[in-house]
């Protein structure tokens, strides 16, 4: 029998789906079937109904579309990516003498996309990357996170992440058989805390999950923090899944400039890396990633991911390949773009008193709401949409929910999307605006 929670535990009231996650539990997640404990880990199983809610994204774009919201929830971008890459993935579809066959590709990819990977490794960060067998494409950055969790993650362990994070780490860790731990991140720098990564270290422990530049808060961690990072895992046999799908998305003003964790001495021992050609060309919904590290490690990995989807998107594939060997100026002005959306939008947030925190890299501003609410972030985003016509996303849905204090900062801190046209925005920050102070009287 499921154990169920007080009913009075949903945010004012309401239903989970319309407090904007799924009732949190303290149950442990022990003698549970597996999608029950993916469910939870992933904060989308909803207690008092024993159903499986869709995800955070899902729920937060279809109340945007029923209340006619602007949508600053889910990261995707308005526009899709250059006219020149998406022709170059028509043509390979299309023309039988451009690009592979839309056939299978090979399990790890198509060559020259693997090639193409390894040489933006030696450019951009000066890591040499045999192609052959230090490279693998996934089908999207969340295939090869799932892969690499799967592959280290050991039944019964613990699996470290500074929080809040991306929400398939603990559905995947549940997979696993392990239990994911989290690690806060504390405004308003978020810079993650290395000493309590190290003090959350046990003897269960078993992987480390990283991600910068980190979705949500935009930190981009330093060399330094990543070399003290690398030194734990290596000091207690551990290895590190480091997530850097927005390292294209990193803005001038950031107090450090991304370098992939292979870049660390003695990461090679340790640690594996995982992009993404979807946020780095506004191509979401291509799929196209990719996992890079040593080869005895990505063997590894290879062993979980070529029984997932196996092989995707050769076309996409081909495309991203012609992309990466030379961008047209794409990174440059698709950061300059999100930039300006970036500040657009936060002095919009700063104006209705909401205390947005910097973002140095991707997609995303966190606001912290106490200043003008005492509602916790679920309560506040389901407010938003109704009353104010915009959509946002709890921080709290990104994090350990069934582990989770109400009081904690977290739970009281928004994300909002500014990887939208300026229109977009402006007309976000008019109805925030006109709407947000009558919404909270």
Known sequence: MLSRPDPSSATGGESAAEAGGATASRAPLDHRPLWVKASIGANTYDFASGRVLPTVYERTTAAALHHGAVNLGQGFPDRDGPRWLTDAAAEAITDPDVGPTNQYAPGTGLPVLRATVADAHRARYGVELDPVDQVMITTGATEGITAAILAFAEPGSEVL?????????????????????????????????VEALQAAVTERTSLI???????????????????????????HGLRIMCDEVYEHLVFEDAAHQHQTILAVPGADEVAVAVGSAGKSFSVTGWKVGW???????????????QFLSFSSGPAYQWAVAQGLRDDHGFFAANVAELAAGRDLLRAGLADVGLRPHRAEAGYFVVADIREITDLPGPAFCDLLVRRAGVAAIPVSALTIQHRASLDDELQHLVR???????ATLEEAVRRLRTHLPAALE
Do not use: M, W
């Not at 981009?220 to 895992?233: G, H, K, P, T, Y």
């Not at 909002?416 to 300026?422: G, Y």
């Open 209 to 235: 999950l990283l991600n910068t530049p980190h979705n949500p808060t935009g930190t981009v961690f330093s060399a330094e923090e990543l070399r003290r990072i690398v030194d734990i895992a290596r000091r």
């Open 291 to 305: 996992v890079t590290g040593s080869a005895r490690l990505l063997n590894q990995v290879r062993g979980v991911k």
């Open 161 to 193: 992440t500074f929080e809040p994070h991306y929400d398939s780490y603990g559905a995947c860790a549940a997979l696993a058989g392990a239990e994911l731990i989290g690690v806060p991140l504390r405004g308003p720098d978020f810079r993650p805390d």
């Open 416 to 422: 909002f999307a500014f990887c939208k046209d300026p």
